[in-house]
């Protein structure tokens, strides 16, 4: 199993749509989560660290689910702004390797 | 703006040959990580620095190195070029351990021919 698993993309929804995003990691004794968003050509941008209890800014609500090992983003009524790449981050819980990343979930948002 | 700036923006080099990239941290961090984003993939971790010493390290041959200065800025060096090493080279700024919310800068494209 891969450290970090996301949904392959890429997701095309209508503006106004709500999307979810899916990642599961394998480290049952990982403690940090997060998504990141990159936009083309850019760099990640740090969108939501993820809680236990869940966490909702805006439009963008985060999950954990410990015992099933997995996060998951919603973003409801989508902007096309809102198009991007969506990193799913975990922490390894490991000496070397802090931070393990995703290969990304694409989003498309159309008008 | 994360005020973690790298340089070059992009730079072409042939097989065989040297590169340095550069990163100045943002001011009060004193941990620099580097990551390879290859086309379609997420980050892969290279090495993390930590008030000057290297306290972390990816699954990358030693031909790739790195130093951190006392103002936490950094350098990575990758000899001996590879077709493989194109890519996009993101220098990552923290507080600490490097296990907390990371701040990137805009990266260095590195194409080798």
């Known amino acids: 199993r891969k450290e970090v698993e996301q949904d392959p993309g890429p997701f095309n929804v209508p503006e106004g749509a709500t999307v979810a995003f899916n990642c599961t990691y394998s480290?049952?004794?990982?403690?940090?989560f997060f998504w990141y968003r990159q936009d083309c050509r850019k760099e990640p941008k740090l969108l939501m660290s993820?809680?236990?209890s869940g966490n909702e800014d805006g439009r963008f609500t985060a999950q954990l689910n410990r015992a099933s090992q997995y996060i998951s983003l919603l973003i409801r009524d989508s902007k096309l702004s809102d198009s991007a790449t969506y990193l799913c981050?975990?922490?390894?819980?490991?000496?070397?390797?802090?931070?393990?990343f995703g290969k990304g979930t694409r989003l498309s948002v159309i008008a | 703006e994360t005020g973690v700036t790298q340089s070059p923006t992009h730079l072409i080099k042939t097989r065989g040959q040297q590169v340095t990239l550069r990163c100045s941290s943002q001011s009060g961090h004193n941990t620099v990580s580097w990551y390879q984003q290859a086309l379609g993939q997420g980050p892969q971790f290279i090495f993390q620095?930590?008030?000057?010493?290297?306290?972390g390290r990816g699954n990358f041959p030693p031909r790739f190195s790195g130093l951190q200065f006392p103002n936490y800025s950094s350098e990575l060096n990758v000899n001996a070029l590879e077709l493989d090493d194109s890519a996009l080279y993101l220098c990552a700024s923290s507080l600490g351990t490097g296990r907390e919310t990371q701040y990137f800068g805009p990266g260095t494209r590195l194409l080798v021919l």
């Open positions: 480290n049952s004794a990982s403690q940090s």
């Open positions: 993820v809680y236990s």
């Open positions: 981050v975990v922490d390894a819980n490991s000496g070397n390797t802090p931070l393990v």
């Open positions: 620095y930590y008030r000057e010493e290297e306290n």
